[in-house]
């Protein structure tokens, strides 16, 4: 189930001929305990073979992005309350490139919910915390991820309101909206939604609840939540998700149900089939929900013009060039390989 090795291949322009090689990028368990990647281009037209790396520096962005939208993350967590945590601040502290913040937010996030990553990812971190006495157990994620496939700059401003790691600090960004507000926890939403729905501000916030809010479904499988018309990359911390969408709550007895949600984000253009992740966050939370997303939105991207298009009424036809658009979900097509 869970593998000490993953790799996708992606298409790339031969520096050798101009036509299309193949690149492959993976990240495997050296040693059976160091966290490696590598990248390998291979050229079918002229036969060009070029490794580009192979060894245990931090893996790239772009590479771990990949892995998680071929794959889908893996999440771990502690089998037993964490009685050690200073053996957790030491295994955490051996990747390579992570911040002392970034550590605190991950045994933070450790401490009380699910780490997530790459299957390898977690897979190293499940051997070198078991060297220090820590036992974790890894899981399967919801399936694949999407990435990020909007506008750079929102991104930009999106990473920057922090939180990459997981742990939303509820900072705000300087343009596309504040952080998600991470939602762990029943009292959490319970929180979160007494917040908007004090006495004083009861009729506002009726209407504000009405009106959907903006939200994510992390790697972890946690619900983040951000005010509505938020973007949905700033939502996330500039991180891929299993989900995103709009989400609209309403009063149901003593608590609070989901009226409206859907999977509405043309940052991420999720598929219909990420409901499955988006119900489990909201079960979690002890939250009745429909059942099913309760508007479908439809992307789908143009293998002509290569836009990316909201299928409305069941109109398969792209809107900038009138080409058919395909059947099934291809927006961020990412081939498994190895
Ligand atoms: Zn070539
Ligand atoms: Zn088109």
């Keep these: 189930m869970i593998g000490t090795a993953q790799g996708v ?5 031969c520096e050798g001929c101009g036509g299309t090689a ?44 990949a892995l998680l939208a071929a794959h889908g993350p893996a999440r771990l967590r502690l089998t037993a309350p964490l009685t ?17 913040r970034q550590v605190r937010e991950l045994l933070a996030r450790l401490r009380d919910f699910w780490l997530s990553g790459t299957a390898v990812e977690m897979a190293y971190l499940r051997v070198r915390l078991a060297e220090r006495g820590v036992v974790a157990e890894v899981a399967d994620g919801f399936g694949r991820a999407y990435r990020y496939v909007g506008p750079p700059e ?6 920057g309101a922090g939180a990459g790691a997981g742990t939303g600090d509820g900072r705000e960004a300087p343009s596309a909206g ?10 959490e939403f319970a929180a979160w939604a007494d917040a908007r729905t004090d006495a004083r501000t009861d009729l506002r916030t009726a209407a504000e609840s009405a009106e959907p809010f903006t939200f994510v479904v992390d790697l972890g499988g946690m619900l983040r939540l951000a005010p509505r ?11 891929p998700v299993l989900s995103a969408g709009e989400i609209g709550f309403r009063r149901s007895g003593g608590g609070w149900e989901v009226a409206t949600v859907s999977n509405l984000s043309t940052g991420y253009c999720p598929d219909t089939a990420s409901w499955p992740a988006v119900a489990a966050a909201l079960t979690r939370l002890g939250l009745p929900h429909p059942g099913a997303f309760t508007y479908e939105a439809v992307f789908r991207r143009c293998p002509r013009c290569a836009e990316c298009n ?9 809107v900038f060039c009138d080409a058919d658009l395909p059947e099934h979900w291809n927006v961020d097509p990412v081939a498994a390989a190895a």
């Design 9 to 13: 291949r992606v298409d790339v322009r």
């Design 229 to 239: 018309r938020s973007e949905h990359v700033a939502c996330a911390g500039g991180e």
């Design 22 to 65: 193949a690149r492959s990028v993976g990240q495997f368990l050296m040693y059976g305990r160091e966290l490696w990647w590598d990248a390998e281009c291979t050229c079918p037209q002229c036969g060009a073979t070029m490794c580009e790396y192979w060894g245990p520096e931090a893996t790239p962005e772009d590479v771990r992005e």
């Design 310 to 318: 909201l299928v409305r009424e069941e109109h398969y036809a792209c």
């Design 84 to 100: 050690d945590p200073v053996a957790v601040l030491r295994v955490l502290r051996e990747r390579p490139g992570t911040s002392l």
């Design 178 to 187: 504040p952080a998600g507000q991470p939602v762990r926890t029943a009292g």
């Design 154 to 159: 929102l991104r930009a401003a999106g990473v």
